[in-house]
């Protein structure tokens, strides 16, 4: 499928925001984020988080919280740069940020990081009207989270809860 990114600016826009604020995380339940930090070496550095360790503060920042041993939260430390993929059925945003220091350890939780991120480029990204007039995303990443759902969304409610909170 070919595709074309259109630049929105550096403002959440209303479908992101509304899939961001940490609101509805049930609905969410299952629905991986692909992010890109730069390693040392200057290759992309993929990882996936969930909706239960990303927050919304407002149309400009973001909260994410990462484990704090783990190469993405490196990366972050070294140059705080940080691209959110957000893919779904009929959407594909990709948001740029750069990452400020991080609270390490979490309040709370002893093995996150809680990095706060300012939205610097939102991309919207669809089929080329002209080549592919009728292709259209159908899915986004999906996963299982490995234990019930209600105790799953628990400990997502608790981190978002985490990241909200003023340091």
């Known amino acids: 499928m070919s595709r074309v990114a259109r630049a929105l600016g550096n403002s959440l826009p209303d479908a992101l925001w509304e899939l961001l604020c940490g609101r509805d995380l049930a609905t969410r ?94 991309l919207a990204d669809q089929a080329r009207e002209d080549l592919e007039p009728e292709a259209r995303l159908t899915g986004g990443i999906t996963f299982d989270p490995g234990r019930p759902l209600p105790e799953a969304l628990q400990g997502w409610q608790a981190v978002v809860e985490g990241l909200r909170r003023e340091a």
């Open 29 to 122: 339940m299952g629905q991986a984020i692909l992010i890109a930090t730069t390693d040392a070496e200057g290759w992309p550095h993929p990882a996936m988080l969930s909706f239960g360790e990303v927050v919304a503060l407002d149309r400009h920042r973001l909260r994410l919280a990462v484990y704090r041993t783990s190469r993405t939260s490196g990366n972050l430390r070294r140059n705080g740069k940080l691209t959110l993929c957000l893919v779904g059925a009929g959407m594909a945003y990709y948001v740029k940020t750069v990452a400020g220091k991080p609270q390490d350890p979490m309040e709370g939780f002893a093995d996150l990081a809680r990095y706060e991120a300012t939205v610097e480029m939102v």
